[in-house]
């Protein structure tokens, strides 16, 4: 008998009590408040004025792959109800409902009308989401309305959503206000003595009408906050948690501020090429080095209290810097802070941003008057810069400047670590150069580090002390156990393609391992050898399945209810006549936790915190029968019109790696769950995704593109990569050896199995037969094209013998290291038993 891999009771079990929990905590803690005058915050009234279009559809998360099929999510209002607020505008409330019901089911029909006639899920699923539905504004907030409400503070939502396939656009009800929009901030600021505006967006919107209208009093950023966020925002704007979200990227005065940001994406008419022409100047590093005004600076956010920090030690022992901070609560209520440290190094050769992120850390909740003491290391190797003429990672002789404070705008200078002369730190050799000219930006002269204190410590390093990694690029090998040699030796060449490409969608054999709505699983096809599949999950925010089942009397599952996800076209259609001629059966519940989104996480800054929201999905993985969960993601936040910035977590590639280690950490702390760290590398756009190239230099490339997923890999050692669906300086990146054998494997030491994204191998894409000896050892999700392919270059010898063994036997290994048993003969712990509740 099989295992239920979830509960027949429809009653919440203690693990989704406890993720609802974390969930909560998780969201409070991103929440930033950028503004706060005027005492608006905290709430001094019971009765709250609510509009705007998030305040009943709050977006918990993003569209497309990252999303969840949790139990129910909390809005804004429910959130502040459940606190014990009064909502007093449920009339136009009520009215917002009946529009947006109107427009929903006009966007829905347009959206039947793209997909009717397909048939295949793997194009009906991308393509209708690849249309993405504007909320409508509302109607206007009227003198009545104000005078109804029977209170002096009003919160308005502005909400966007954004997914796969499609970037964001640059006009009114997407990055810019409507007019609309813009008439009901000017009419509640003046119509209420306090005014909270709540921006419920997974990115960036522009936030210059601030300058324009006067008297809204607070702004939250409160990004797209899962299952939660209602009651978390409530938790914040009550008081009853402190503000301690941190931003996770620079909010620019203007779209035009950004560097080349008119030719992102679709703006520039071509979607074929994206241009990285900014190099290593992204976010901060830019508006930093460059000396530009911002509206509000990484890592900036306000709290109900105040804090004092100063650097009480700093010490240096070989290549490892530590610094002793102690941070003070000088205010009156309890709160948390974040301790930043950037370093400035040194101008020579190469051209420097003025300053890095290093080490960050944040504290626990400080009561009024307490105070900690910190630790923030680091290894100077880490403020190495790549050197492309010689393909070296290099430390240039200088001074390294420690910056300490609460935001890249808010720093001083704690520590002086001088270099007396050039160290390289590894010897690389050139890997995905461009073959475009990208040009060479920089700031025509280099910001000046400015005064150091008098109470910065001095430290001087020993350049004998580092250590000259020679990389060696030889093919690594695969050492196979005396298991997988038995199993792979008694298939034959045919049987072992099977193990490079994703089992069945549709049509799953029978005895094939399958839990509905998964994302994929490996091959399905040895069965008959006694090897069993495993299940793979899209992430990263939750693991994402159906979550209400019939247990059919065969022994199968079938979905209980059209996922909202697949609820388009003839695919609708299939799954509501396969319903409808289900038997009545046993209902099976698999209620997954939607997380905030990464970017809220981001916001946190917390990575103990963060290690504790991967545990909690890899709990949820071993429940639901789940291997490998597809996430993190680990993006660079290049441009906030990026279509996936929601799930993607920062502009800054170390807070990223650092952030995503500690989630990956958390996952795979439950036996046989593995996380797959994605997009490998540079899908900073979804406009033309699967045929764009993204065109980088190799220092930005390593710099900051990489860097993220360098410090994850090294850190935490995901069990899998995912390569991405674009290409890398026209190269795409599944049939990229120098990227994934390179610099992932020979570089970095990752010794895991690579997939390619869903469906990124195809006759205008990626080719399956140049994977495996790239380094992509499996391909999915798997389709006729892969297999023919395949096995065409085995017969042909395009694939050798020596690239399929190894590919095959890392997908085996991976297979036998599973949540769930590998071997069919090979009885699970639990049989026919409720996942634990």
């Given at each position: 008998?099989?295992?239920?891999?979830?509960?027949?009771?429809?009653?919440?079990t203690a693990l989704e009590l406890a993720n609802r929990a974390l969930a909560r905590r998780a969201a409070a803690e991103g929440f930033v408040l950028l503004k706060n005058e005027g005492g608006a915050l905290p709430l001094q009234t019971r009765n709250i004025a609510l509009y705007g279009m998030g305040a009943r559809q709050t977006v918990k998360g993003g569209l497309g792959s990252g999303s969840?099929?949790?139990?129910?999510?909390?809005?804004?209002?429910?959130?502040?109800?459940?606190?014990?607020?009064?909502?007093?505008?449920?009339?136009?409330?009520?009215?917002?409902?009946?529009?947006?019901?109107?427009?929903?089911?006009?966007?829905?029909?347009?959206?039947?009308?793209?997909?009717?006639?397909?048939?295949?899920?793997?194009?009906?699923?991308?393509?209708?989401?690849?249309?993405?539905?504007?909320?409508?504004?509302?109607?206007?907030?009227?003198?009545?309305?104000?005078?109804?409400?029977?209170?002096?503070?009003?919160?308005?939502?502005?909400?966007?959503?954004?997914?796969?396939?499609?970037?964001?656009?640059?006009?009114?009800?997407?990055?810019?206000?409507?007019?609309?929009?813009?008439?009901?901030?000017?009419?509640?600021?003046?119509?209420?003595?306090?005014?909270?505006?709540?921006?419920?967006?997974?990115?960036?919107?522009?936030?210059?009408?601030?300058?324009?209208?006067?008297?809204?009093?607070?702004?939250?950023?409160?990004?797209?906050?899962?299952?939660?966020?209602?009651?978390?925002?409530?938790?914040?704007?009550?008081?009853?948690?402190?503000?301690?979200?941190?931003?996770?990227?620079?909010?620019?005065?203007?779209?035009?501020?950004?560097?080349?940001?008119?030719?992102?994406?679709?703006?520039?008419?071509?979607?074929?090429?994206?241009?990285?022409?900014?190099?290593?100047?992204?976010?901060?590093?830019?508006?930093?080095?460059?000396?530009?005004?911002?509206?509000?600076?990484?890592?900036?956010?306000?709290?109900?209290?105040?804090?004092?920090?100063?650097?009480?030690?700093?010490?240096?022992?070989?290549?490892?810097?530590?610094?002793?901070?102690?941070?003070?609560?000088?205010?009156?209520?309890?709160?948390?802070?974040?301790?930043?440290?950037?370093?400035?190094?040194?101008?020579?050769?190469?051209?420097?941003?003025?300053?890095?992120?290093?080490?960050?850390?944040?504290?626990?909740?400080?009561?009024?008057?307490?105070?900690?003491?910190?630790?923030?290391?680091?290894?100077?190797?880490?403020?190495?810069?790549?050197?492309?003429?010689?393909?070296?990672?290099?430390?240039?002789?200088?001074?390294?400047?420690?910056?300490?404070?609460?935001?890249?705008?808010?720093?001083?200078?704690?520590?002086?670590?001088?270099?007396?002369?050039?160290?390289?730190?590894?010897?690389?050799?050139?890997?995905?150069?461009?073959?475009?000219?990208?040009?060479?930006?920089?700031?025509?002269?280099?910001?000046?580090?400015?005064?150091?204190?008098?109470?910065?410590?001095?430290?001087?390093?020993?350049?004998?002390?580092?250590?000259?990694?020679?990389?060696?690029?030889?093919?690594?090998?695969?050492?196979?156990?005396?298991?997988?040699?038995?199993?792979?030796?008694?298939?034959?060449?045919?049987?072992?393609?099977?193990?490079?490409?994703?089992?069945?969608?549709?049509?799953?054999?029978?005895?094939?391992?399958?839990?509905?709505?998964?994302?994929?699983?490996?091959?399905?096809?040895?069965?008959?050898?006694?090897?069993?599949?495993?299940?793979?999950?899209?992430?990263?925010?939750?693991?994402?399945?159906?979550?209400?089942?019939?247990?059919?009397?065969?022994?199968?599952?079938?979905?209980?209810?059209?996922?909202?996800?697949?609820?388009?076209?003839?695919?609708?259609?299939?799954?509501?006549?396969?319903?409808?001629?289900?038997?009545?059966?046993?209902?099976?519940?698999?209620?997954?936790?939607?997380?905030?989104?990464?970017?809220?996480?981001?916001?946190?800054?917390?990575?103990?915190?963060?290690?504790?929201?991967?545990?909690?999905?890899?709990?949820?993985?071993?429940?639901?029968?789940?291997?490998?969960?597809?996430?993190?993601?680990?993006?660079?936040?290049?441009?906030?019109?990026?279509?996936?910035?929601?799930?993607?977590?920062?502009?800054?590639?170390?807070?990223?790696?650092?952030?995503?280690?500690?989630?990956?950490?958390?996952?795979?702390?439950?036996?046989?769950?593995?996380?797959?760290?994605?997009?490998?590398?540079?899908?900073?756009?979804?406009?033309?995704?699967?045929?764009?190239?993204?065109?980088?230099?190799?220092?930005?490339?390593?710099?900051?593109?990489?860097?993220?997923?360098?410090?994850?890999?090294?850190?935490?050692?995901?069990?899998?990569?995912?390569?991405?669906?674009?290409?890398?300086?026209?190269?795409?990146?599944?049939?990229?050896?120098?990227?994934?054998?390179?610099?992932?494997?020979?570089?970095?030491?990752?010794?895991?199995?690579?997939?390619?994204?869903?469906?990124?191998?195809?006759?205008?894409?990626?080719?399956?037969?140049?994977?495996?000896?790239?380094?992509?050892?499996?391909?999915?999700?798997?389709?006729?094209?892969?297999?023919?392919?395949?096995?065409?270059?085995?017969?042909?010898?395009?694939?050798?013998?020596?690239?399929?063994?190894?590919?095959?036997?890392?997908?085996?290994?991976?297979?036998?290291?599973?949540?769930?048993?590998?071997?069919?003969?090979?009885?699970?712990?639990?049989?026919?038993?409720?996942?634990?509740?």
């Amino acid at each position: 008998m099989k295992p239920l891999y979830g509960t027949t009771s429809a009653a919440p079990t203690a693990l989704e009590l406890a993720n609802r929990a974390l969930a909560r905590r998780a969201a409070a803690e991103g929440f930033v408040l950028l503004k706060n005058e005027g005492g608006a915050l905290p709430l001094q009234t019971r009765n709250i004025a609510l509009y705007g279009m998030g305040a009943r559809q709050t977006v918990k998360g993003g569209l497309g792959s990252g999303s969840v099929e949790e139990r129910y999510s909390v809005t804004i209002e429910q959130g502040l109800q459940n606190a014990g607020y009064t909502v007093t505008t449920t009339r136009w409330l009520d009215d917002y409902d009946a529009e947006h019901a109107r427009t929903y089911a006009e966007y829905h029909d347009m959206v039947e009308s793209k997909v009717a006639g397909l048939t295949d899920p793997m194009q009906i699923i991308p393509l209708a989401h690849s249309y993405v539905y504007r909320y409508p504004s509302g109607r206007a907030i009227t003198a009545q309305d104000i005078a109804d409400s029977d209170t002096d503070t009003a919160l308005y939502v502005l909400t966007r959503q954004a997914g796969e396939c499609n970037d964001r656009r640059l006009e009114p009800g997407d990055y810019y206000l409507t007019d609309t929009e813009r008439e009901h901030l000017r009419t509640v600021a003046e119509g209420y003595a306090h005014t909270i505006l709540v921006i419920n967006v997974g990115g960036l919107i522009d936030l210059g009408f601030l300058d324009e209208i006067p008297g809204i009093d607070a702004v939250v950023l409160f990004v797209q906050g899962g299952e939660e966020g209602g009651n978390a925002l409530a938790d914040v704007l009550s008081g009853k948690v402190n503000f301690s979200g941190r931003l996770a990227d620079t909010i620019p005065l203007r779209y035009e501020d950004i560097p080349f940001g008119g030719e992102f994406s679709h703006l520039d008419g071509d979607v074929e090429n994206e241009n990285y022409k900014e190099g290593i100047f992204v976010g901060y590093r830019y508006f930093d080095s460059f000396d530009k005004p911002v509206r509000y600076p990484f890592g900036y956010g306000l709290s109900y209290t105040t804090f004092a920090m100063r650097t009480v030690d700093a010490t240096l022992n070989g290549t490892a810097l530590r610094l002793d901070v102690e941070v003070t609560n000088t205010g009156a209520v309890p709160g948390k802070q974040v301790v930043q440290l950037y370093v400035s190094t040194p101008q020579g050769k190469l051209t420097k941003e003025y300053q890095r992120l290093a080490a960050f850390a944040k504290t626990e909740t400080l009561a009024p008057g307490a105070c900690v003491r910190l630790e923030l290391t680091m290894d100077l190797t880490d403020c190495a810069s790549y050197d492309e003429a010689r393909a070296a990672w290099v430390l240039e002789a200088g001074d390294y400047l420690f910056r300490l404070g609460a935001s890249s705008r808010d720093t001083a200078v704690a520590a002086v670590v001088t270099l007396p002369a050039e160290v390289i730190t590894r010897q690389c050799r050139s890997c995905c150069a461009p073959t475009d000219d990208l040009g060479a930006f920089a700031p025509a002269v280099p910001r000046q580090a400015g005064e150091i204190p008098e109470t910065a410590f001095h430290l001087t390093a020993d350049p004998d002390t580092f250590r000259t990694v020679q990389t060696d690029y030889t093919e690594p090998a695969f050492a196979e156990t005396p298991e997988e040699t038995s199993f792979l030796d008694s298939l034959t060449v045919e049987e072992m393609t099977e193990l490079l490409c994703g089992g069945a969608l549709q049509n799953v054999p029978e005895g094939a391992l399958e839990i509905p709505g998964a994302g994929g699983k490996t091959t399905t096809s040895l069965l008959d050898k006694g090897l069993n599949n495993l299940v793979m999950a899209d992430g990263p925010a939750g693991v994402n399945i159906c979550n209400k089942l019939r247990l059919l009397p065969n022994g199968r599952y079938m979905a209980a209810e059209i996922p909202e996800r697949y609820d388009w076209g003839l695919l609708s259609a299939a799954i509501r006549r396969q319903l409808a001629g289900l038997p009545q059966g046993k209902i099976v519940y698999r209620y997954a936790t939607a997380w905030p989104v990464e970017m809220l996480l981001a916001q946190t800054w917390n990575t103990p915190l963060l290690r504790q929201v991967g545990e909690g999905i890899g709990k949820e993985m071993a429940a639901f029968g789940i291997s490998v969960w597809l996430g993190p993601a680990v993006n660079i936040h290049r441009n906030p019109l990026g279509g996936r910035t929601f799930e993607y977590y920062s502009e800054d590639p170390v807070l990223t790696g650092v952030l995503a280690a500690a989630v990956i950490q958390g996952v795979q702390s439950q036996p046989g769950a593995g996380a797959s760290i994605k997009h490998f590398c540079c899908n900073n756009s979804e406009d033309n995704r699967n045929g764009l190239s993204a065109n980088v230099g190799e220092r930005a490339l390593r710099e900051i593109y990489l860097k993220g997923f360098e410090i994850a890999v090294r850190t935490a050692h995901p069990r899998t990569v995912m390569s991405s669906y674009n290409q890398l300086n026209h190269v795409y990146t599944a049939n990229r050896h120098d990227l994934l054998t390179d610099i992932l494997r020979c570089e970095w030491g990752f010794d895991g199995l690579v997939m390619t994204d869903w469906g990124s191998t195809n006759p205008k894409a990626g080719d399956p037969t140049v994977c495996a000896a790239a380094g992509n050892d499996l391909i999915m999700p798997g389709n006729p094209y892969d297999h023919e392919q395949l096995k065409a270059a085995v017969a042909d010898g395009r694939l050798a013998a020596v690239s399929l063994r190894r590919a095959a036997a890392r997908v085996l290994r991976l297979i036998l290291n599973g949540v769930t048993p590998a071997w069919r003969n090979v009885a699970p712990a639990k049989e026919e038993e409720d996942a634990e509740n």
